[in-house]
């Protein structure tokens, strides 16, 4: 059974650019969540998603970052007009259910030139 | 309030011997706690989690305990191994606020041979 993937694993924009993050759950799981880990830092809760739908985005940036998880395919995390300050690694993890346990993938590192 | 810390704290532990891991988490309303491992350049792996409702749990070489009264949360690693080398972090949750998780700042335990 895998597990949680994404890609890319590295992502290199220019400033201004878009970045596209993928995540493909476990098998099974239709709740999908992303987080972002700045060097040395835990992680920090952005967006959770079930199928079709945006169910807290309350540690999302307003501007630029959106987030969908739709009825086939995996979640895409987009950010748009990329600042050096979105350099960070994107984690995605999926539970089974609302009260399942989050397994993650194994990150997307993004760098902002 | 979350835990941000620009240097992690680390633990140097010797192999063979037991770790013990700190946590001190911030809202009286979680209810349930999870530590993760992360090694460099991947994502955080589930070790063990805990309701509100225990004070200890056990696992496979790892227990964790759980201070309701003074919001503290430990991980035991028995033998330590060098395969534990890692960043590790504690997580909590309320369950009936959604599944999103707030992490701690993390601890670096180093295994010396």
């Known amino acids: 059974n895998a597990g949680v993937m994404q890609n890319p694993r590295h992502l290199v924009r220019r400033r201004g650019q878009e970045a596209r993050l993928r995540c493909s759950p476990m098998k099974g799981h239709s709740h999908v969540y992303w987080y972002r880990q700045l060097p040395e830092e835990g992680l920090k809760f952005m967006v959770y998603?079930?199928?079709?739908?945006?169910?807290?985005e309350s540690g999302m940036p307003k501007e630029r970052f959106s987030a969908e998880f739709p009825k086939e395919g995996p979640s895409i995390l987009r950010i748009q007009q990329v600042v050096r300050g979105d350099s960070a690694a994107y984690f995605c993890a999926s539970s089974l259910g609302v009260d399942g346990t989050q397994y993650f993938g194994p990150g997307t590192r993004l760098l902002v030139l | 309030g979350e835990s941000v810390g620009l240097h992690l704290p680390t633990l140097s532990v010797q192999e063979g011997d037991n770790s013990i891991i700190n946590c001190a988490y911030s809202n009286s309303a979680s209810d349930y706690f999870i530590w993760y491992k992360q090694e460099s350049g991947k994502g955080p792996q589930f070790i063990i989690d805990?309701?509100?409702?225990?004070d200890k749990r056990q696992g496979q070489r790892v227990t964790v305990l759980l201070n309701k009264t003074v919001k503290h949360l430990s991980l035991q690693i028995a033998a330590t191994q060098p395969g534990d080398s890692a960043v590790y972090f504690c997580?909590?949750?309320?369950?009936?606020?959604?599944?999103?998780?707030?992490f701690g700042g993390g601890t670096r335990v180093l295994v010396k041979p």
């Open positions: 805990i309701r509100s409702n225990m």
């Open positions: 997580a909590e949750n309320i369950k009936a606020a959604g599944n999103k998780l707030t």
């Open positions: 998603l079930q199928k079709e739908n945006i169910i807290d």
